[in-house]
């Protein structure tokens, strides 16, 4: 089975960047979205396609996916952003497929 | 706007049987297909299965397959997730959520169900 997987936590302080990785085979060769979800509250997406943002969605966050690996980069990083974030994305063979979740903390 | 509403959380048993609701309202209901997370307490997020309001087809998460069930009721726009004995490790979150044919990324979510199942 489809493993996608990323750090449990990562810590960055207010205005600063954070980057958030997710590996996987041969990941760059599919799209990758990416989720935050905050405590008692539903996943919401913050981007899909690889890099492109909801609208609604505040332009410091930005996506990229190459090689083995998608990232997830929060730009001037506000204490709102402290959350859990998950990427996800979608094969032929396995279907969906989440990753096992970072936990943004804003120090 | 799309918008997913979840039936409330359940108190249940083990061995007893459940089924709870997803409702779509602000699109054509058979336009986006209907997934459902599950969420642990604590942990993170499973896709369990999907189901094409169209025609009521499904996929299954190998893990999922077998102990849960997918269907529809496009007169109500309404997508289920079933249960015919629960265990106690089914005791989690769980979320519906719309993704289109031709993408792959959910999106908008339901505001979740907690399920709880006592031994």
């Known amino acids: 089975s489809y493993e996608l997987t990323q750090p449990p936590s990562v810590s960055v302080s207010p205005g600063q960047t954070a980057s958030i990785t997710c590996s996987g085979d041969k990941l760059g060769d599919k799209y990758a979205c990416w989720y935050q979800q905050k405590p008692g509250q539903s996943p919401v997406l913050v981007i899909y396609?690889?890099?492109e943002r909801p609208s609604g969605i505040p332009e410091r966050f930005s996506g990229s996916n190459s090689g083995n690996t998608a990232t997830l980069t929060i730009s001037g990083t506000q204490a709102m952003d402290e959350a859990d974030y998950y990427c996800?994305?979608?094969?032929?063979?396995?279907?969906?497929?989440f990753g096992t979740g970072t936990k943004v903390t804003v120090l | 706007e799309v918008q997913l509403v979840q039936s409330g959380g359940e108190v249940k048993k083990s061995g007893e049987s459940l089924r709870i609701s997803c409702k779509g309202s602000?699109?054509?209901?058979?336009?986006?297909?209907i997934s459902w997370v599950r969420q642990m307490p604590g942990k993170g997020l499973e896709w369990m299965g999907e189901i094409d309001p169209t025609d009521s087809y499904t996929n299954y998460s190998p893990s999922f397959q077998g102990h849960v069930t997918i269907s529809v009721d496009k007169s109500i726009s309404t997508a289920y997730l079933q249960w015919s004995s629960l265990k106690a490790s089914d005791t989690a979150i769980y979320y519906c959520?719309?993704?289109?044919?031709?993408?792959?990324?959910?999106?908008?979510w339901g505001q979740g169900t907690l399920v709880t199942v006592s031994s």
């Open positions: 396609q690889n890099s």
């Open positions: 602000g699109y054509s209901f058979s336009t986006y297909w």
């Open positions: 959520a719309t993704s289109s044919p031709n993408s792959h990324w959910f999106d908008p």
């Open positions: 996800q994305a979608w094969d032929s063979s396995t279907h969906y497929v």
